[in-house]
């Protein structure tokens, strides 16, 4: 059966964005949106929402911390109730067995003690808003740099390419399975922003508008540094069946980001 909404020509309308997001909130959260069909779960093309759904996600926990905030509650308490609430709204820790739940732990705890440094008002520029904004960014860009850099299975496994293959980084493919060749792509044929790059300039966008440009390209090397580094310092402890690749890297991604961010502001 043949993923939906998958040509060039529908990629871009209000309903295949809609569906999207579907997929990426059902994929990605907690929260009661249903369960899309399988093959659009197993589409390329919903990632692009990705990194939207985790600036939400950010939002949301960082809304947490500005609520407790506003109440006069202490900054350590208003650590742990944005956390938890990121962690709630994911729920990555208790979902993927026990074994996944170690690694992610210690990532829960990195992201305690640099919402710590964010939220602190020692730390120049941080505090409520610096968090809000901190977590959106880093949530979106350890998001794309996960799909960015997400292995290619068929390459580690040297599977030979089909002639006249496109990169599906750089087009979307037509439901049909019809492979569009280069010549194809020269005349403008399927040309589209695939998913990895949408994510990418949704994250950016996103990252830019709320932080700035110099903090964005620190989070981004921060995000792109813990997504690299994640498969290789958990291949050998983790079963791919019990952690999955992507989360793992948008989870270091997303610690690596936030690390990034505070030692700047603290610097």
């Known amino acids: 059966?043949?993923?939906?909404?998958?040509?060039a020509d529908d990629a871009w309308t209000v309903h295949a964005w809609r569906d999207d997001l579907h997929v990426a909130l059902s994929l990605l959260t907690r929260l009661p949106v249903g369960a899309p069909p399988a093959t659009a779960s197993l589409s390329e093309r919903p990632?692009?929402?990705f990194p939207l759904v985790a600036a939400f996600m950010g939002l949301a926990a960082g809304g947490a911390f500005f609520v407790a905030h506003d109440?006069?509650?202490?900054?350590?308490?208003?650590?742990?109730?944005?956390?938890a609430a990121l962690l709630l709204l994911g729920g990555h820790?208790?979902?993927?067995?026990?074994?996944?739940?170690?690694p992610l732990m210690v990532a829960t705890m990195m992201k305690l003690a640099a919402v710590y440094v964010l939220g602190s008002p020692m730390t120049p520029g941080g505090g409520p808003a610096m968090v809000v904004v901190a977590l959106a960014g880093a949530g979106?860009?350890?998001?794309?740099?996960?799909?960015?850099?997400?292995?290619?299975?068929?390459?580690?496994?040297?599977?030979?390419?089909?002639?006249?293959?496109?990169?599906?980084k750089v087009v979307i493919l037509p439901p049909d399975g019809t492979q569009i060749t280069e010549d194809e792509m020269d005349e403008?044929?399927?040309?589209?922003l695939g998913a990895p790059t949408t994510a990418i300039l949704i994250a950016l966008i996103i990252s830019i508008l709320g932080l700035g440009l110099m903090p964005t390209?620190?989070?981004a090397g921060g995000a792109m540094f813990g997504a690299f580094i994640a498969p290789r310092l958990l291949a050998r402890d983790i079963e791919a069946e019990v952690l999955a690749a992507p989360l793992a890297m948008q989870q270091s991604g997303e610690v690596w980001a936030l690390l990034a961010l505070a030692v700047l502001l603290s610097a």
């Open 1 to 7: 059966m043949t993923p939906p909404f998958t040509t």
């Open 47 to 49: 990632k692009r929402a």
């Open 71 to 83: 109440a006069g509650l202490p900054l350590v308490v208003n650590t742990v109730l944005c956390v």
């Open 93 to 102: 820790v208790d979902d993927h067995g026990h074994t996944a739940s170690a």
């Open 140 to 168: 979106a860009l350890s998001q794309a740099a996960a799909i960015l850099l997400e292995p290619d299975w068929e390459d580690e496994a040297d599977v030979p390419a089909e002639a006249g293959a496109v990169d599906p």
């Open 188 to 192: 403008g044929n399927g040309r589209a």
């Open 217 to 219: 390209a620190v989070a």
